[in-house]
Nanobody
Framework: QVQLVESGGGLVQAGGSLRLSCAAS????????MGWYRQAPGNQRELVAL???????VYPDSVKGRFTISRDSAKNTLYLQMTSLKPEDTSVYYC?????????WGKGILVTVSS
């Protein structure tokens, strides 16, 4: 199996920034669709940012212009740069990577944005 480990979460004040990392145990490339999701208590898991196979990037309106997804294939790492954070961004964030057409998930990491 592919193991994914998120890091970089924590507590930040509204308006601040955090950079999440997702380290994969195997190589990643443009052939792998990968993204970040989040799930707050009582809510469904929602897409935060996605790099589609082929490289197209999509964001939902809730984070567009504030979050940036990127990857470093040499380091087998997916990133999520979050800026202008809002209290409603508070959630557990999960990375997801498709490898050989199978989805793999990290355990999740907590991001708390205080007002």
């Amino acid at each position: 199996q592919v193991q994914l480990v998120e890091s970089g979460g924590g507590l930040v004040q509204a308006g601040g920034s955090l950079r999440l990392s997702c380290a994969a145990s195997k190589s990643i490339s443009s052939g792998n669709a990968m993204g970040w999701y989040r799930q707050a208590p009582g809510n469904q898991r929602e897409l935060v940012a996605l790099i589609m196979r082929g490289g197209n990037i999509v964001y939902p309106d809730s984070v567009k212009g504030r979050f940036t997804i990127s990857r470093d294939s040499a380091k087998n790492t997916l990133y999520l740069q979050m800026t202008s954070l809002k209290p409603e961004d508070t959630s557990v964030y999960y990375c997801n990577i498709y490898v050989n057409d199978m989805p793999y998930w990290g355990k999740g990491i907590l991001v708390t944005v205080s007002s």
